[in-house]
């Protein structure tokens, strides 16, 4: 079964700075896609980027670009100019099939 | 495009009782998904649907749930003789297969077992 993994609970950063967060996952197969989701404190989830394993070159969405290590399984969230609005539970979600898993969030934090 | 909706929004009920939960997805979306997010975690799979057709339950799907999807649009989810621990927020979600099947999430039905 595949797993997702989150170790960061909680992040904080400074509005204006840049904050990356952290996201690991574990499967056996080959063709999967990978997301970032937000959940503000209205608790609507919103997608933020997406993408698919079999391309190298990273996704980017404005302030909004990951790393993404296939070989290391590894699928990092980098926030870039934080705003007071990025603050929000931030998932990372792994879909093979159909059905998504998501790790266990990372409450991120804007500081003015 | 309207987004996904879902219907109640807030359910506070005691335990033993049924409820019943509804899903509208995006118009054009044949596959609609249902997941079920306790509070500080993230959400967990629980059913799919693509078109009427069911095509995966979780084991967290006991025999006390119960989803439908009709005419292949919206959705309900039935608990029966509900438990405390089934409070939780339960969360609907809509795809297109021929749109890269990325998922839009509604926002979500929390119910409350007294």
């Known amino acids: 079964a595949q797993t997702v993994t989150q170790s960061q609970p909680e992040m904080s950063v400074q509005e204006a700075e840049t904050v990356t967060l952290s996201c690991t996952y574990d499967?056996?197969?080959?063709?999967?896609?990978l997301f970032w989701y937000k959940q503000p404190p209205s608790r609507q989830m919103i997608l933020v980027i997406r993408q698919e394993a079999y391309k190298q070159q990273n996704a980017t969405e404005n302030r909004f670009s990951v790393n993404f290590q296939k070989a290391a399984k590894s699928f990092s969230l980098k926030i870039s100019d934080s705003q007071l609005g990025d603050a929000a539970m931030y998932f990372c979600a792994y879909q093979g099939a159909q059905k998504l898993v998501f790790g266990q969030g990372t409450r991120l934090t804007i500081n003015p | 495009d309207t987004g996904v909706s879902q219907d109640p929004r807030h359910k506070i009920t005691k335990r033993g009782q049924n409820v019943t939960f509804r899903c509208d997805p995006i118009?054009?979306?044949?596959?609609l998904y249902w997941y079920r997010q306790t509070l500080g975690q993230g959400p967990e799979f629980l059913t799919y649907f693509q078109n009427e057709a069911q095509l995966e339950k979780s084991r967290l799907l006991s025999d006390r749930f119960s989803a439908e999807r009709p005419k292949g649009s919206f959705s309900t989810l039935e608990i029966q003789r509900t438990e405390q621990g089934d409070s939780a927020m339960y969360l609907c979600?809509?795809?297109?297969?021929?749109?890269?099947?990325?998922?839009?999430f509604g926002p979500g039905t929390r119910l409350t077992v007294l």
């Open positions: 499967t056996s197969e080959s063709d999967y896609y």
């Open positions: 979600a809509s795809s297109y297969t021929r749109q890269q099947d990325t998922q839009y």
């Open positions: 118009s054009e979306h044949n596959r």
